[in-house]
């Protein structure tokens, strides 16, 4: 199990990011992915940890309701 953000767009528009961690003998995938939003990759995953930074960069999310794309600080708390 992974965790879960809350996405809130300036507009009030109200969206999920998830992030979680895949580890195996071999390697470790770091994986987001953006729920609600238009992404040019609903999830994008990278070895080793990925950053929020580097999980928009990839993905790069736009809010559906008024076109603005998606920054580090329209990202909330963990939900529960």
């Known amino acids: 199990m992974g965790e879960r953000y809350?996405?809130?767009?300036?507009?009030?528009?109200?969206?999920?990011a998830y992030y979680r961690?895949?580890?195996n003998p071999y390697s470790s995938w770091g994986i987001w992915t953006f729920e609600g939003l238009k992404?040019?990759?609903?999830t994008v995953q990278k070895k080793m940890q990925m950053?929020?930074?580097?999980?928009l960069a990839f993905a790069g999310p736009v809010c559906p309701k008024?076109?603005?794309?998606?920054?580090?600080?329209d990202v909330k708390e963990e939900m529960s």
């Open 66 to 73: 008024c076109d603005r794309k998606v920054t580090e600080e």
């Open 51 to 55: 950053y929020l930074s580097e999980g």
């Open 6 to 16: 809350k996405v809130i767009c300036p507009c009030g528009y109200k969206a999920e």
């Open 21 to 23: 961690e895949k580890d």
């Open 39 to 42: 992404c040019s990759e609903k």
